[in-house]
């Protein structure tokens, strides 16, 4: 009875228990809200930006012209939103059929598993996957381990973008002897009503926000663009002194960090799920020690 009766307190510390949450998921804000609930957390949602086709997609056609005429030896796809993307823009051009054999034709490298879902949809398998946490370092390594059976040496390699060119990943892979040829399909936009945006920086401004979970490091971007546009980015980033901050990943880290915002977990796998369960569970402990710093080294400037 004693050991069952420990057991059920110690599952109702390993929550947000009543701390305000703050995600700036979009595409999956409500289930994001559902899951901070889950765990006795808070929600304060604010949809942070929005995928926006480019105006003219003459890169994406001109990348369907060439696969067709074989113009490409090797396809590397970033996100699965993109390889949608630029399946639906590959149409115009040609019929889908046309574009999925001229795709299976070429070594098809993905950067993760939802680009590996959208393959899977045109019954294409990747021959290299980068493994978790699934960002460019692990994309370039996983290519260095096959470079036997798949050689960069002055291949043609086509690659899909999102929100903005990875200046590294093109660099790694140009370094490699490969002729980059960047497919930008689609950009990050700021969502079209910025209120919660705005309500979000007020709240983390005036202390009311215990814990931030940053799934992706446009969400960061936006929301000092919109706290410069305030006046409020300097009382922001100090804010963040006091948040427990949760990273995605390395790549969002990497961003966080940049900013100045320091960040205080990386779940075990770069998921959603993950990321809540496991701030979750440290949340209360890990928020008195960062606060308590935060105190001692204000005192300590005083």
Request: glycine residues 6%; contains cysteine; hydrophobic residues 45%.
């Amino acid at each position: 009875m004693q050991k069952y009766l420990a057991m059920e307190s110690r599952a109702a510390t390993q929550n947000f228990a009543g701390l305000r949450v703050l995600s700036l998921e979009s595409r999956r804000a409500t289930e994001m809200a559902k899951l901070i609930e889950t765990y006795s957390g808070v929600p304060i949602v604010a949809p942070s930006m929005r995928e926006v086709p480019l105006e003219t997609n003459t890169e994406a056609r001109d990348f369907a012209r060439k696969l067709l005429a074989g113009e490409f030896d090797m396809v590397v796809l970033l996100t699965g939103v993109g390889t949608r993307a630029l399946t639906r823009v590959a149409e115009i051009v040609c019929p889908r059929e046309e574009f999925i054999s001229a795709l299976k034709k070429v070594p098809v490298v993905a950067r993760g598993p939802k680009p590996v879902a959208a393959l899977k949809e045109l019954g294409i398998t990747p021959v290299v996957t980068a493994p978790e946490p699934n960002t460019w370092r692990e994309l370039l390594a996983a290519l260095d381990q096959n470079s036997a059976t798949l050689p960069l040496q002055s291949k043609r390699v086509a690659l899909q973008e999102y929100g903005a060119p990875n200046a590294e990943l093109i660099g790694g892979l140009a370094q490699r002897g490969a002729k980059v040829t960047q497919v930008p399909v689609y950009e990050w936009a700021l969502p079209e009503d910025v209120q919660p945006l705005r309500d979000a920086v007020t709240a983390i401004a005036s202390g009311k926000v215990d814990v931030a979970l940053f799934t992706t490091s446009i969400q960061i971007i936006h929301l000092l663009r919109i706290a410069a546009e305030m006046d409020k980015y300097k009382e922001t980033i100090a804010a963040f002194q006091k948040i427990l901050v949760g990273s995605i990943g390395p790549v969002t880290s990497e961003e966080l960090n940049a900013s100045g915002i320091a960040v205080d977990m990386e779940p075990s796998h770069p998921k959603m799920g993950f990321l809540v369960n496991e701030v979750a569970q440290r949340s209360a402990e890990l928020l008195a020690k960062k606060r308590a710093a935060a105190d001692t080294s204000a005192a300590a400037s005083n």
